[in-house]
Each structure stands twice: as C-alpha cells, then as structure tokens.
C-alpha cells in the first residue's frame, strides 16, 4: 500500500492503445480487439486524469489510441479538462489505423479524416498544448488542415503524417509564418506536390516514398532549415529533378541525405553553376545505390558542396531483388551524367568518407581515389560490410560473387591490397580503416 500512491506522482505519461492489445494477434488487427483496448486505455486515462494531482503538473503526456466507436466521447472531455485547470502541459498525440497502405481506400482515407476533424471541432482545448502530432492514412481533401494544425495547434512542433494526401495527388500549400512546427515527417504521401511557402522555425523535413514524376518539393521562407531527408524507390514514371532547383531558396541546410532504395536515380544532373543552396552543407549520405552503377556522378555533388565536411555513402547490392524482372525507363540503368572536369579547386575542408558496402569493384575504387584528390586533408576513409538481409541469407548466396577479389576484404592480404589500390600513386597521408 505504501507504493500505490506513486503513479500519480509521475511527471511523464506514456499511455500506448497497443500496450492493451492481447500478446498475440491477428494481422491485422481485427476490430473487436481494438475495441477491447481502447476500453481499458480509456479506465487508465480517467486513473491516472480524473484522480486529483497534489504534485504538480504532467510534464508530457504521450498518448497514443484508435478513434474508434465511442472512446472519444471519454477521452476528449478528461484530456480537455487536465488542460483546462492547467495539470497537462505538453501532449504528444498519435491517431493510430490498422489499415494497411495497400488496403486503404479513397473512403476510407476521407471517412479517417472526418473523424480526425471531429474530435478537432469537438475537443478545441485538447490541440492548444500538443506538441506533437501523428497521423494514419488520411485523405485530407475535404479538411480544412492547414487550419487545425496552424492555425489551432499553435505549440505544434513535430508533425509525423503517413499515407496521407490532399486528394487525387493534388498539391500540399503550407503558409504558416507563425506556426512553431520544427519537424515535419512525411512517409507515402500521395501529395502532388508538397509547396512550402513560409514555415520559418521548420529544421528538419523528412520525406520517405513519394510518387510525384517531377520535383516533390519546394522551399520558400525556410530560414531554419537545417535537415533534409528524402528517401525514394523510383517509380515507372519519375523523370527526376535537378536538386538545385529544390535547394535554391534555402539558406542552412547543413545535413542532406538521398536514399535511392537500390532503384534508378531520380536525381537529373546539375548545371554548370548550382545553387548557393550547398555552400551550407557539412554531411552528404548518398544511400541506395546500386552495386553496378558507376559513382563518378557523385563528384557533380561533391563539386556543388565546397565546404562539405563528411560524405556517406551506402552501396545497395540485394540478391533476393535483382534479378526482378523491370520493364522501360523502370530498369536500372547506370548514371550517365557529363562528369565536371577535374579543376584546381580543393575540397580542403572535407574531412571523412564513409562507404557502407564497399566492395573492390573497379567502379567503387576509381570513385575513391578521386575523392582523395579532390579532398587534400581528407583525414579517414572508413569503408564498411553491409550484412544481408534476411531475404539474401534465405536464398544462401549472400555474397553473389564468385570471384574473392569483388568481396569485402576480411583478412590482412585483402585489406592490404585495397590500400594499395587506394593509395598506389596518390600522394595522400588518409587512414583507411575497415569496419564490419
């Protein structure tokens, strides 16, 4: 008895729908097993809100729960009045669906919506402390969003948004010059185009699997930006964007990863004169690329980037996918861009590369050493082994090459002979370290 008074005591909440599902379940999830959890996630929340607090405020709340049947009628007014008389602070809040990507229709994303926007309306108090928003397949065509998460959510900070849209790929305008929203996740978002005119304390914007054929994005008022993640398996249709173009109204980007899932580059070249756009970037992950494409293309971006510090790289090589049967433009084929021609200018400020995957394929070593000769004060080359997936392991032929020459080097003699091919007639005093 002497401990029973301690959950009241403390300062953090997470309070997760999925803690109150059965251990073992269906996939997916059926209906009456939701409904199950959210009844006894509803008898924790009034616990833990409708039992006066004599220490003090919640700190943070993480709650995360399926609007489903009746429980927002329960939720909605505890959570709105733990607000009112000022115990909840900060609310992080997750509206989970079980609904898997590919099952999701067009009515099931605008009735998802519908719902969202009625506890919104129903429940105005509970958005002025959120922080932090996440949202499940919602088609947002009929919902005025800009206006409930701007306008309404004004301590907003972190929006995480998956599979959502504006409705047959129409474009997503965000216009908030005074929104506080610092991060913003997008994962399989459907969106035309995602245009983004003012969102002045945004730092990080993420976007993982888009389907737009062209640029997916624009910048505006971004002063804060700092991060920028775009993550894609080229489509059928995808002709690509000059990155450039994307980056040109950004002032402090510093970190900028590209993953191209192993699939053909959605990257078009750059001109002759980029964007001030890279003068800011320190760190460059390059991910995704295919085992046999050439990596010389890669130098354009090096060229763009003149005080880039570290440059990542990660080599895609799948057995379990390559030999997919591709049609058209869909096929992999290597990167033909017109390489820049080697100038005087040096990247003195570069400091380390790292290439996860690295094998001594010819492609792969001829990339390295002009990256030592462009970057004299290159300090280490870290080059790493990249273990198989669980598909790759399965088919039993992880690595795929006969030859011990195209593997990664394990032993001494191995290593010994990458250095060489490394640093045989480059002047160069880099410390080539191999890791696994």
Known sequence: ???????????????????????????????????????????????????????????????????????????????????????????????????EIPDCTDEHMLQRA?????????????????TRLSLYNLCFAKWDIN????????????????????????????????????????????L???????????????????????????????????????????????????????????????????????????????????????NTLRKLSVHGIFVEYNLLWMRVLLEAAPFLEMFDIEIWEHPCQINDPRQGVWARTNPSWKLPEITSRKNSF????QIIGFKPLEQQIEFIRAVMQQAPNLDTIVLKYDDPCEDCEKMGIFPPRSSTECVFPKNKDGRDMVVKLLTGGVSSRTRIIFGN
């Open 1 to 99: 008895m002497r401990w029973k008074h301690l959950p009241w005591l403390l300062r953090e909440l997470t309070i997760d729908v999925k803690d109150f599902l059965l251990v073992l379940q269906p996939n997916p999830i059926e209906d009456e097993h939701m409904d199950k959890a959210m009844s006894s996630l509803s008898k924790a929340i009034r616990s833990f809100l409708a039992t006066p607090r004599s220490e003090g405020a919640i700190t943070r709340l993480q709650l995360k729960i399926y609007l489903i049947n009746n429980y927002t009628f329960d939720i909605g007014p505890l959570v709105s009045e733990t607000i009112h008389i000022g115990i909840l602070k900060d609310l992080n809040l997750a509206i989970l669906d079980e609904t």
């Open 114 to 130: 519908g719902v969202v926007g009625d506890f919104f309306s129903d429940y105005p108090t509970v958005f002025h402390c959120l």
């Open 147 to 190: 206006h409930h998460l701007f306008d309404c959510c004004l301590q907003l900070q972190h929006l995480y948004l998956s599979n959502c849209d504006a409705g047959g790929r129409r474009a997503w305008k965000i216009d908030a010059p005074d929104s506080k929203l610092s991060v913003l996740q997008l994962n399989f978002c459907e």
């Open 192 to 278: 035309g185009r995602l245009e983004i005119v003012c969102l002045p304390k945004l730092e990080r914007l993420e976007w993982d699997t888009w389907l737009c054929p062209h640029a997916p994005l624009s910048f505006g008022v971004v002063p804060s930006l700092k991060e920028l993640y775009l993550i894609c398996a080229a489509t059928e249709d995808m002709q690509g964007f000059v990155l450039s173009e994307v980056l040109r109204d950004t002032t402090s980007i510093h970190t900028m990863k590209l993953d191209f899932q192993g699939e053909k580059l959605w990257l078009q070249p750059e001109g002759k004169q980029p964007c001030t756009g890279f």
């Open 350 to 353: 570069m400091k380390g590369l």
